[in-house]
Structures are given as structure tokens and as C-alpha cells.
């Protein structure tokens, strides 16, 4: 099983308002398996551009401090799974606990 992540950063660690990052970590999963991380740059934040830029690159799951209610259900829309509320941590580290389902989800950050 092949699983996309995407996890909105800055310095390298999770940004707590998924519009403010400065890079997506885009995290590979094969059989429960750390394959690569690669960062993107994404396109200048405007509603609703980041939910179609994430789905053009086949994301499945992003892990999320903060995000407005309309991002979610733009990814919701595109099959996405949103997880937000989620505490500053590397990327590889919250996917690792998102596999072994400790992900610590929590209040939305985000507050439009």
C-alpha cells in the first residue's frame, strides 16, 4: 500500500496555520514504510488554491496544525484526509505516528 502525505512547515517542522508554510513535506509510505520526503514550494496562498495544488500531486493525508473550515472541505471534496489540531513535530515523525494511529489530533488552530 502507497500513501501520500503532505505536512505544511516551516524550518523544517510542522507550520501551525497550514496557509502561513513556507514548504509542504511530501511524505512516501509503502507498506507502512518510510520511502522519501521531498519539499515543495507551493504556489502564493490564496482560498482554495493549496487543496488543488496537494490533489494534483496525489496527496492523501495532510497533517495540519490549523486550517480554515473552507480548506477542508475542499480536500474532503478531492478524497483528503485532514488532520488538524496536530502539535509542532518533523514530518516524518507525525507520519510515523499517524501510522501507528498516536497521531494527537486536537482544536482546529485555525479559526476561519
Do not use: W
Request: aromatic share 8%.
Amino acid at each position: 500500500m502507497r500513501k501520500l502525505f503532505a505536512v505544511p512547515t516551516i524550518d523544517g517542522k510542522l507550520c501551525q496555520h497550514f496557509g502561513h508554510c513556507e514548504k509542504f513535506a511530501i511524505v512516501e509510505i509503502q507498506d507502512k514504510q518510510f520511502v522519501r520526503e521531498d519539499y515543495i514550494t507551493p504556489p502564493v496562498h490564496q482560498p482554495g488554491v493549496y487543496p488543488k495544488f496537494l490533489a494534483d500531486h496525489g496527496i492523501e493525508v495532510i497533517i495540519s496544525g490549523g486550517m480554515g473550515q473552507r480548506a477542508q472541505d475542499l480536500f474532503a471534496q478531492n478524497n483528503i484526509e485532514v488532520c488538524v489540531g496536530v502539535n509542532s513535530d518533523s514530518p516524518q515523525q507525525l507520519v510515523k505516528q499517524y501510522l501507528e494511529e498516536q497521531l494527537e489530533t486536537g482544536q482546529n488552530l485555525c479559526d476561519h
